[in-house]
């Protein structure tokens, strides 16, 4: 599962991004670089079966805050 998940990113990468730094949008490529390392250690995390933290609380104390 996890080379499955590392060959799926692997070929998003080559893909995707690399469209934006080739007609010059750095700011746009550096944004979806981030975002798509974001998705891949999540993914990653979630095939080696890692127990991730949920961000509900903190999302549910913010709000409590905001009110």
């Known amino acids: ?3 499955l ?3 799926i990113y692997a070929v998003i ?3 995707d991004p690399y469209g934006l730094l080739k ?7 550096y944004v979806c ?5 974001i998705s ?3 993914a990653f995390a979630l095939g080696m079966k890692w127990r991730i933290p949920s961000p509900s609380p903190l999302i549910v104390s913010w709000v409590k805050l905001l009110f």
């Open 13 to 15: 990468v080559l893909a």
């Open 23 to 29: 007609q010059g949008m750095k700011r746009d490529f």
């Open 40 to 42: 891949f250690s999540i």
């Open 5 to 7: 998940i590392v060959l």
């Open 1 to 3: 599962m996890v080379i």
């Open 33 to 37: 670089s981030a975002l798509c390392l």
